[in-house]
């Protein structure tokens, strides 16, 4: 009846680990993409993550990671179009309206909502968009 054997837990180098968190690092990587691409479970690479179960060699290492992190979250400015001339605006639009576009699949939405219900806007956009 107990046809279910109990495996043994493995156990992974540091290097292998070391790895793995390299892998997660990289610009667009997902955890759970790692984790699948090295026959992990994603939970166990979070936690390795966190620092459990993983103990860096130096103290090199870890401030290798920090300036990696360090080095995503930098602030990057971004130069925007300049607007739009008033005069080159829809004749319905106020100058005080919000104007959302939106295009999702066939979906094809132009709102001009007034300013003063700028939450509601926020409620409305929030279910549209699920």
């Not at 046809?3 to 156990?11: I, T, V």
């Not at 290097?15 to 992990?40: D, I, P, W």
């Not at 939970?43 to 620092?51: A, H, S, T, Y």
């Not at 605006?89 to 576009?101: K, L, M, S």
């Amino acid at each position: 009846m107990n046809e279910h054997r109990k495996l043994p837990r493995r156990r992974h180098s540091a290097q292998f680990k070391r790895e793995v968190l390299a892998a997660c690092n990289e610009l667009g990587a997902s955890v759970a993409g790692v984790a699948l691409a090295f026959g992990l479970n994603a939970n166990l690479v979070r936690q390795w993550r966190r620092g459990r179960g993983f103990k860096p060699a130096g103290g090199a290492a870890m401030a290798a990671t920090s300036v990696t992190r360090e080095a995503q979250q930098q602030f990057i400015a971004l130069s925007m179009p300049q607007a739009v001339a008033a005069s080159a605006a829809p004749a319905n639009v106020g100058a005080g309206d919000i104007r959302i576009e939106v295009r999702r699949g066939a979906l094809q939405v132009s709102v001009s909502w007034p300013q003063a219900a700028a939450a509601d806007c926020a409620i409305w956009l929030r279910e549209l968009l699920k």
